[in-house]
């Protein structure tokens, strides 16, 4: 297509995307989130390394434990996200492939998310 | 859309491989490549989780992979990777309120950080062996 038209030109006009700084503050937001959790998560961690599964489960599925691991979860996925959406916008520089990858993103912390979500709820429910 | 009009052949400006690499440059590289690991490593810990969601059987089977020695390797990369990339992250945060761009600043909070991310595995590490009744 041989547009002489300038991308600033092409945007004019058109309004702001609607999102500003709804990415930087939302990666904020999360990064300082987990720091807590994640904190917490290696504390749960070496508690329980070597304990055998019923130790293991009655901790897991507590509830406190369950709702902070359910927080590390939400904040973390979202995070996840944020950050691969820049790497792929950053260095995948053709278009279908750089939509493929971000849809891909997307699905990847969805599914690993609710991977995590359906084991810990599970836990808590007794498994 | 990319490509097209009088931009399209414009050369580029200079990239990485002009520069000499400084600290700065491979703190900002780490930080990135951290991150990229720890989205890999989530798999790990939904795997865990559902490990001990599925039952004894299949939770001792992935504790035992764990107690390897690939596994002691990959969770001990791992625990590194994350406490680098959250001490990158509270640097970040510094600079969010537009403080600490000073150059010597900047190299020291790099220093700062490669160091206590190293100093800090380790301390984690000495105390789950010493819980866990050493190797």
Redesign the interface.
């Known amino acids: 297509?041989?547009?002489?038209?300038t991308p600033l030109n092409k945007v004019r006009g058109l309004g702001s995307a609607r999102e500003g700084a709804d990415h930087f503050w939302r990666q904020?937001l999360t990064?300082?989130a987990?720091?807590p959790l994640?904190l917490f998560?290696?504390f749960t961690?070496?508690?329980l390394?070597?304990k055998?599964?019923?130790t293991?489960?009655a901790y897991?599925g507590s509830s406190l434990v369950a709702i902070a691991?359910l927080a590390l979860v939400l904040s973390?996925?979202v995070h996840?996200r944020l950050?691969?959406q820049t790497?792929i916008e950053d260095y995948i520089?053709s278009?279908g492939l750089k939509v493929v990858c971000l849809i891909l993103n997307t699905f990847f912390v969805i599914l690993?998310g609710l991977?995590?979500v359906?084991?810990?709820v599970?836990?808590s429910l007794g498994? | 859309m990319a490509q097209a009009g009088p931009q399209a052949d414009r050369p580029l400006s200079p990239h990485l491989q002009i520069y000499k690499p400084m600290l700065t440059t491979i703190m900002s590289i780490l930080h990135r490549l951290t991150g990229m690991a720890l989205y890999a490593g989530s798999l790990l810990v939904a795997w865990w989780l559902l490990a001990a969601a599925s039952g004894p059987q299949y939770y001792n089977f992935v504790s035992g992979l764990a107690d390897t020695i690939f596994g002691r390797i990959v969770l001990f990369a791992y625990t590194w990777a994350l406490i680098h990339h959250m001490l990158g992250g509270i640097r970040h945060f510094i600079w969010d309120t537009g403080s600490g761009f000073e150059l010597p600043t900047v190299e020291l909070m790099a220093r700062a950080t490669i160091i206590g991310s190293l100093g800090l595995t380790a301390l984690i590490w000495a105390v789950a062996l010493t819980m866990t009744g050493g190797l």
């Open positions: 297509m041989a547009d002489m038209r904020r990064a300082l987990n720091i994640t998560l290696v961690v070496i508690m390394a070597g055998d599964h019923a293991v489960t897991l691991l973390a996925m996840m950050g691969m790497v520089h278009e690993v991977s995590c359906y084991a810990i599970k836990l498994a």
